[in-house]
């Protein structure tokens, strides 16, 4: 552009990887394992071991750089070059939520099925306020370790000499 080569040291990469779900073993019955701490719950193997599959996981990076020479003349007549360098670097380009691990009864990352199942009820109605256990179940069940990190930016300098 105007005699100007605006790509001359820079750099622009997308690294795409991309794999089949990892396997894990499915569970017969619902267990609340994951929530009341202190129980012991072990449910029967449903179909075989490692039987069944996580979903599908890809990712997309993103990393654009770009270097400028700096020269500055010294007192004695020499050159000392340094190096600028800005980047952009995006993990998780397109936000994928690709699911780490899941609730070994339902195959969900999201819900373990146990507040579902007759097994549950007596615990529901035992309790002292009902529509809180229910509740603060519910928010335990939430854990964002069961997903890959979500988009993140980061935008830099760096100065070389």
């Known amino acids: 552009m105007n005699g100007k080569k605006i790509f001359e040291n820079a750099g622009f990469n997308l690294n795409f990887s991309g794999y089949s779900g ?20 072990r449910s029967p193997v449903k179909g075989t071991i490692n039987g069944a599959n996580l979903p599908p996981q890809f990712n997309l990076d993103l990393n654009v750089d770009k270097n400028f020479i700096i020269e500055k003349k010294n007192i004695d007549g020499t050159v000392t070059a340094y190096r600028f360098r800005t980047f952009l670097m995006v993990q998780n380009l397109l936000n994928t939520a ?14 373990d099925g146990f507040l579902a199942s007759p097994a549950s009820q007596e615990q529901v109605e035992t309790a002292t306020n009902q529509q809180s256990y229910i509740d603060l ?5 939430v854990n964002p370790d069961r997903f890959a990190g979500p988009r993140l930016v980061r935008l830099g300098m760096a100065l070389y000499f």
Request: charged share 10%; glycine share 10%.
């Open 22 to 41: 990892r396997p894990y073993t499915q569970d017969m019955n619902p267990t609340p394992g994951g929530v009341q701490s202190g129980v012991v719950v």
């Open 98 to 111: 690709n699911v780490n691990s899941v609730f070994r009864y339902t195959g969900s990352a999201y819900n």
């Open 137 to 141: 179940y519910n928010i335990r069940m």
